[in-house]
């Protein structure tokens, strides 16, 4: 049975459980329910934010968006809830055998601040489905997907940051939250969307990063999970990070398990070299996540007339290539400066002229609403 109660306190106010019922099936809201709803808009005063400080780390935002079903049900509506804790019982999927997914995507505002701007949702709604099918979970529709998005930057709009200062962060969750001992899929289902504001993922923004190849540490497996977006595939690569950083370096880059001589990922973006104005980029063969960034990025550089392959790149190609540049949702396009491997460290070309700042500059140029949308890939939301 669907459960559409809204996770807060008890205590509670009236206007905000009256908030808490406006849900995905529900299209007619009466006039009290709405002018209660109208209320809980985060969109009376401005965020208290220093947006010229922002990084990319946790700012609680207002309201958060939750759904749930059971496994052999769909989901059906959803309510927004205050952000918050949530209950799980000790022995939920999520907690005992790691069965849970996320998305990450971004929100900007757009330049006449009319509104805001969406890059492909539909990329990452998708991405889930396949993701549960994979962990035995079900998932929203895309359509499902994408109004519980809408509904969570609308409830913390105020936190949406200016437009060239950063942008709303939301993180879709996906995860088995009902109680199972024996493994098996879990018998109930949670999703949850959050958001929060974030400037650069890296702390220099689009300064060149330094990383290192770590070919003791695999982030995934042949017919393992390498492929999707679970939660399990970050906490394993936390170790060699955290390391790594100690030693001065930006992130790790993963090779893969058997031959342990071609390129994979970093711990959460995905990498591209450049030669001769050839862009290569690891092909995802079920060990690498098929990032949307790194989708786009590939149809960029091609409708800009460079040569894009998606191969087998090796640690040989990597050390003769003229730039490397990281994709992914949260760093967008990052320059890599150097490469350290065995103790050997390659640098690479970097700054304005490149083909790295080049692709960035177009992708962020449509993102952002500066330039035009040939492609449909924004979706404005006003």
Known sequence: MLVRRALVPASS??????????SFASRSASSLQQACLDTIRSDEEDADINWDDLGFGLVQTDYMYVMRCARDEKFSSGVLSRYGNIELSPSSGVLNYGQGLFEGLKAYRKVDNGGFLLFRPEENARRMQMGAERMCMPSPSVKQFIHAIKETIFANKRWVPPQGKGSLYIRPLLIGSGPVLGLAPAPDYMFLVYAAPVGTYFKKGLAPINLVIDDNTHRATPGGTGGVKTITNYAPVLKAQTQAKAKGFTDVIYLDSIKKKYLEEASSCNLFIVKNDVISTPVTMGTILPGITRKSIIEIARDYGYQVEEQLVSVEDLM??????????????????SITYQGQRFEYKT???????????????????????????MLEID
């Open 351 to 377: 700054g304005a002229a490149t083909v790295t700042r080049k692709l960035y500059d177009i992708l962020t140029a449509i993102q952002m609403g500066r330039a035009e949308d040939k492609k449909r890939w």
């Open 13 to 22: 106010s009236v206007l905000y459980r009256l908030a808490g019922r406006r």
């Open 320 to 337: 003769d290539a003229d730039e490397v540049f990281c994709t992914g949702t949260a760093v967008v396009v990052a320059p890599v400066g």
